[in-house]
């Protein structure tokens, strides 16, 4: 069947809308009809190949969530009209210690991801920012009742992206813990770090956004382009979570961490940043990074979002408008993320 999408043709190029043949249902598939999609900042950086190696063109998008519309003849675990999700990851090799490990994250035949990645077959993925996909029953989460489902769809890379080191490095109550940039992974890290009991301070560039993160659960917000009220700050994190996408300087956020102190990337600029080694050794300090999580995990973010009620603060567009869109999230003006609404492809 053809999916109806929206891609770039190159690093500069706009969004235009652009068709392709899916593959045909195998046997484990999962067809979905795809009814919301977030914006990652990963989107952006991929779409206008910051990272390098992007293939064009290139449909993005991996918060995926919509309803089953069909099953391969071997699938059990779906039916049709089921709500489910797909985030970053649609493959892996399943055999590696990693993948063995529930990490297919980290495969070591490194995994498929859900666009800009070249499947075992040779052809490219293509994301979310269409009507259609179809994916690996393995790969395809389940999406709780009770959660908006447009409000769902960022949990699939934002949520579990956040939710994975937090509770790697079990932030929980007695700690003092830092969300660094307050954007999509950011305001999702503040309300993990909040329901997990930590006492949860946000970093921001934006004075605009203090009061949002008090709502968010922030017990304090810290302009980090104010050196006393950094100073202030100074010795005191157990952990820090840093959620920021363009360069900015590490060490003036390990200075605040307390002996034994862990701080951990998320956020991937396009140059990497200069480290001080004093910022480590006079603390004991650990520098840290984190890549999404695993299927497993990413199933118990979300049951776990159902539980506590937790879905993404969004500003539904139409697919028309992600030209804007990118430009806003690259200006710090997302609150807190842009979801798709799959209905405009139409
Ligand atoms: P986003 O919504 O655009 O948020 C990024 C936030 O960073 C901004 O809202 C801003 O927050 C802050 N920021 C931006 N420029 C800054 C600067 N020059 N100095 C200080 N702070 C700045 O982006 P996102 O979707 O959350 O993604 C964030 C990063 O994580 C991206 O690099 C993305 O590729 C990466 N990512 C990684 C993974 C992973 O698995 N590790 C997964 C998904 C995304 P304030 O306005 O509060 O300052
Ligand atoms: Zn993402």
């Given at each position: 069947m053809k999916a109806h999408a929206y891609a770039v043709?190159?690093?500069s190029s706009h969004f235009a809308p652009f068709s392709f043949e899916q593959r045909e249902l195998g046997p484990h598939d999962v067809a979905i009809d795809i009814a919301y999609c977030g914006v990652c900042h990963s989107d952006v950086h991929q779409a206008r190949n910051e990272w390098g190696g992007s293939i064009f063109p290139m449909v993005p998008g991996h918060e995926i969530v919509g309803h089953v519309s069909a099953v391969g003849t071997a699938v059990t675990r779906y039916h049709s009209g089921d709500?489910?999700?797909v985030g970053c990851l649609v493959d892996s090799c399943r055999v590696c210690e990693n993948c063995r490990a529930g990490d297919e994250q980290f495969c070591l035949q490194t995994p498929t991801f859900t666009y800009n990645s070249t499947q075992k077959d040779g052809s490219v993925t293509y994301g979310g920012y269409a009507d259609r996909i179809i994916v690996n029953e393995d790969f395809v989460l389940s999406v709780p009742t009770n959660l908006d489902l447009a409000a769902a769809a960022p949990l699939l890379c934002a949520g579990i992206t956040t939710y994975s080191p937090l509770r790697h490095w079990r932030v929980g109550?007695?700690?003092?813990?830092g969300i660094i940039g307050l954007g999509g992974l950011g305001h999702m890290a503040l309300k993990f770090a909040h329901a997990f009991g930590a006492h949860?301070?946000?970093?921001?560039?934006?004075?605009?956004k203090a009061e949002d993160a008090k709502r968010l659960g922030a017990d304090e917000v810290v302009l980090s382009n104010d050196d006393r009220a950094m100073a202030a700050q100074s010795n005191s994190f157990d952990f820090l979570l840093d959620t920021v996408s363009a360069p900015h300087d590490l060490n003036r956020f390990l200075a605040l961490l307390r002996r034994n102190g862990t701080m951990?990337?998320?956020?991937?600029?396009?140059?990497?940043?200069?480290?001080?080694?004093?910022?480590?050794i006079f603390r004991r300090g650990s520098l840290?990074?984190?890549?999404?999580?695993?299927?497993?995990?990413?199933?118990e973010m979300l049951d776990f979002c159902g539980e506590h009620r937790i879905t993404s603060e969004i500003e539904l567009i139409p697919i028309q408008h992600l030209d804007t869109a990118f430009?806003?999230?690259?200006?710090?003006?997302?609150?807190?993320?842009?979801v798709i609404d799959s209905a405009s492809l139409h």
């Open positions: 043709q190159s690093a709500r489910v999700g109550p007695n700690q003092r813990v949860v301070v946000q970093f921001t560039t934006s004075e605009k951990t990337l998320v956020g991937v600029p396009d140059t990497p940043p200069t480290v001080a080694a004093a910022s480590l840290a990074g984190s890549l999404i999580g695993g299927i497993a995990e990413t199933q430009d806003r999230m690259v200006k710090s003006d997302v609150r807190y993320r842009f």
